[in-house]
């Protein structure tokens, strides 16, 4: 890591020269699969729904109908020109309105299950990379007047060359959104984790939930291991939750052929590949409680879980995350796992110490009204709650 | 949202009981407009820096004390103290969880003209390089949520709270971001730049190749040799028992013939600088928070560096060299010899450039970054969160304005 940041670095600053490929269609992209790849390796900041094997099943499967560009930056070595090194992905889709306005716009794509925006750029040549992400949206006539950066992660090497861009530049921005959603770093083990996490009562009526659940029938942590079948555990998975509150409501993964495909293609090639954690809690061998986490370079994503509502009163979900904790900690290799979550999230917020801030960032390209048009902003939105007062509760989202 | 977050309605079986411990804390706030009240709360004020969200040296009272006596003057200072008391044991010592020293101002300076619109900011003297106000892990939420109560009373008579020069990648601005967010307060981030921050990785030697070519390296091998050639090169390291005042001196006296001496902006030109780096050394010192480097040969001090440290934390004050040897490096030099310091001491996590953005050498030299930046918020009343939220666009209009006439505005601007 450290020798590919030093190359990195070297290449970028002293000779490569910058260039921009856009593609409007799948099939164009299928040629720079193993660059994409390559770049996902050495990103600056990993972020599993921007790789390919998670997102061009996505593209796929959502991404019909809608206008996407996909912006592929370049660093060329001028001593070989015939090898271009991939440094920037940025999946984008083409916005006709904003906040209401008829106002071109481009923004990073962002399907249904996808809880990170943050692009992939390859570690050392941020800086490069956005100046040629910056000078293609000033110039290219598909590009709108603003380029918004909708879910990305408000701290980090991506985010900070961002904010180095925004200054040196002085170009008009504004961050429509900031918050925090629960992430997990682990502590020296889990015993200090947890007994920072949750009071001793709290603990106690945790083991207590245990004790009973075990006094029902045989309970038994399972992860998903190299041998195990696969498919098996994605039909149990989806059977699930599909009998949870989703299933009621239309929102589980089973209850649309497209998700549900994609479910099941993204879990299958995350196994193949050695990124895909998956843990269950078991009644009798039957499954009361599951998760599904990514994962990428150094850290993991929590992507889905679901339990068996029946169990309701032993808290399956929060015994399969402490089991999880506890794993996490015997793990080494793990630095991180972000929650993907909302900001208010009741269990995740109590159970996982670490923040990570979220935040939509809009920019201007420089194309009119782009630099009116954020400088309005916070006045518009002023307005708008003024105006709208009764709907904004006081005590925040709830 | 990911499908975790509907989860929200109590399902997965999380209790519903409220997070921790029996009673939420009763936060109460005290404002001290006089400096020499402020001693009394200097042991907790002590304590509380060291249980913080996030270090800040500069706020530390043996740094902030000195810089009443040195840097107050006319200014309208106030400092407001948040304190927790135990609800089931209202007789007991509050405790204290947050300090935040402000300036008033009458007229606010974020737009070109100033505007008589009084305002209310973390106070950054001249010798202050973060703001980062200390706030107490443990109450962290509730501490700031109750400043913020305090600036809603209005008390201060003013619109505009400025969080000045605050870390903008650390648990404060998550706190901050939060509040805001869930209050609906609006807020404006002014300004946001990175500086260089330096984080070991694995040890010095990693460190520096990584950091540096190998064509940069073996060039700076050569400069410490030729330093060399005319006598012993030695770096030193202030440890506990030296005489910190000779150290002081020696600093004092590198600097003033070093560019900055020539431009006049030398500590020791100045008799209240100097005798505010004189306190805060000797105190830092005593308590084992400064960090003194030299390089010297034959007696000759070619490089002077001095920081401090915090917790986990450390930051980069000063540092000077004699310019005789500029074309050897000796500052470079000293500062792989902070480099490598700093990795032989695993519980120094990072160390703060304190320096501008995009500086020349520390910028190569140290990888990481950490984000500065300003943040302006209303205090509570219609007015200040109007002009908060029309703040930009009137940045905007002034700009396209003065646009209109560009050469009389081009010359103001070289005139600065």
């Given at each position: ?13 002293d000779t ?45 499967r ?56 943050t ?24 590009s ?104 009621r ?14 479910f ?28 599904c ?13 679901a ?45 996982w110490l ?25 006045l ?11 709907r ?7 | ?27 109460s ?142 648990p ?60 012993p ?5 202030l ?9 002081i ?77 500029a ?27 304190c ?62």
């Amino acid at each position: 890591m450290d020798l590919d940041r030093a190359t990195a670095s070297e290449l970028a600053a002293d000779t490569a020269k910058m260039s921009v490929r856009v593609l409007c269609d799948l099939e164009e992209l299928k040629p720079y699969l193993a660059d994409w790849e390559g770049l996902a390796a050495a990103a600056a900041e990993p972020n599993a729904f921007y790789e390919a094997w998670m997102l061009m099943p996505a593209l796929q499967r959502f991404g019909a109908g809608k206008a996407l560009l996909l912006v592929l930056v370049f660093a060329t070595d001028p001593a070989r020109p015939e090898t271009p090194l991939l440094c920037g992905f940025f999946p984008l889709e083409r916005q006709r309105s904003f906040k209401g306005l008829p106002i071109r716009h481009l923004k990073l794509w962002r399907h249904l299950h996808c809880f990170l925006t943050t692009p992939l750029i390859r570690a050392g040549t941020a800086r490069e990379t956005l100046e040629a992400l910056f000078g293609w949206l000033a110039t290219d006539a598909r590009s709108g007047a603003l380029m918004e950066f909708t879910l990305i992660a408000g701290e980090g090497p991506c985010h900070q060359a961002l904010v180095d861009h925004l200054h040196r530049s002085s170009r008009p921005h504004r961050s429509l959104e900031c918050y925090t959603r629960a992430l997990f770093r682990p502590a020296a083990d889990a015993d200090t984790y947890l007994s920072a996490a949750l009071s001793g009562k709290h603990r106690r009526k945790i083991k207590h939930q245990e004790k009973q659940l075990a006094a029902l029938g045989r309970i038994e942590y399972d992860a998903l291991g190299p041998g195990d079948d696969i498919d098996a555990r994605i039909e149990e998975f989806l059977k699930l939750e599909a009998s949870s509150w989703k299933g009621r409501e239309g929102t589980a993964l089973a209850s649309d052929e497209a998700q549900r495909s994609y479910f099941e293609a993204i879990v299958r090639e995350a196994f193949r590949r050695g990124q895909l954690r998956m843990l269950a809690l078991r009644l009798d061998g039957r499954p009361i409680a599951y998760k599904c986490d990514f994962l990428a370079g150094d850290g993991s994503f929590t992507f889905k879980i679901a339990f068996d509502e029946s169990y309701a009163r032993y808290s399956p979900g929060l015994l399969l995350e402490l089991h999880n904790i506890q794993r996490l900690h015997a793990q080494s290799r793990t630095g991180w796992v972000d929650s993907c979550t909302h900001a208010e999230n009741f269990m995740f917020n109590r159970l996982w110490l670490g923040r990570r801030t979220i935040e939509s960032r809009v920019v201007s390209t420089g194309k009119a009204p782009g630099d009116l048009v954020i400088a309005m902003l916070p006045l518009l939105a002023w307005l708008s709650r003024k105006l709208l007062r009764r709907r904004a509760s006081p005590e925040g989202p709830q | 949202m990911s499908d975790v977050a509907k989860t929200r309605r109590s399902v997965l079986g999380a209790p519903s009981a409220p997070a921790r411990g029996a009673g939420r804390p009763k936060m109460s706030i005290v404002v001290v407009e006089d400096p020499a009240a402020l001693a009394d709360y200097v042991p907790a004020w002590q304590e509380l820096a060291g249980s913080a969200i996030e270090p800040n040296v500069f706020y530390e009272p043996w740094m902030l004390l000195p810089a009443i006596q040195a840097y107050a003057g006319e200014r309208d200072l106030r400092f407001v103290f948040v304190q927790a008391s135990d609800p089931a044991d209202p007789s007991a010592t509050p405790m204290l969880c947050g300090v935040f020293p402000l300036e008033r101002k009458r007229r606010y300076h974020g737009l070109a003209t100033a505007l008589p619109l009084a305002n209310i900011g973390l106070w950054k003297h001249p010798f202050c390089y973060l703001c980062t106000p200390l706030v107490r892990a443990e109450h962290a939420a509730e501490c700031l949520a109750a400043f913020f109560d305090w600036l809603a009373a209005g008390s201060h008579g003013c619109s505009l709270m400025e969080f000045g020069f605050i870390a903008g990648d650390g648990p404060f601005w998550q706190l901050l971001s939060d509040h805001c967010e869930r209050h609906l307060r609006p807020h404006h981030v002014s300004k946001s730049f990175l500086r260089a921050l330096f984080q070991p990785r694995g040890d010095a030697e990693t460190f520096l190749r990584a950091a540096l070519q190998p064509g940069r390296l073996r060039e700076l091998r050569r400069h410490e040799r030729r330093l060399a050639d005319a006598g012993p090169l030695e770096y030193s390291t202030l440890e506990p028992g030296h005489d910190v005042d000779a150290w002081i001196d020696e600093y004092l006296a590198v600097e003033s013939i070093s560019w900055k001496g020539r431009g006049g902006r030398a500590l020791a030109g100045n008799p209240v600088d100097q005798a505010y780096f004189r306190t805060v050394a000797r105190e830092g010192f005593g308590r084992g928070q400064l960090l003194m480097l030299a390089l010297r040969s034959k007696g000759r001090t070619l490089a002077h560096k001095c920081n401090f440290l915090s917790g986990t934390g450390s930051f980069a004050f000063k540092i000077a060299f004699d310019e005789e040897f500029a074309r050897h490096s000796p500052g470079v030099l000293l500062e792989i010899e902070n480099i490598r310091w700093l990795h032989a001491r695993p519980e120094i996590r990072w160390m703060d450039s304190c320096a501008d953005a995009a500086h020349p050498m520390l910028d190569r030299l140290w990888s990481g970054r950490r984000t500065i930046q300003d943040v302006v918020v209303g205090t509570g009343g219609p007015l200040g969160d109007w002009f908060v939220a029309a703040l930009p666009l009137l940045r905007h209009l002034k700009r396209k304005l003065f646009r209109r006439d560009p050469p009389r505005q081009r010359l103001e601007d070289s005139s600065e």
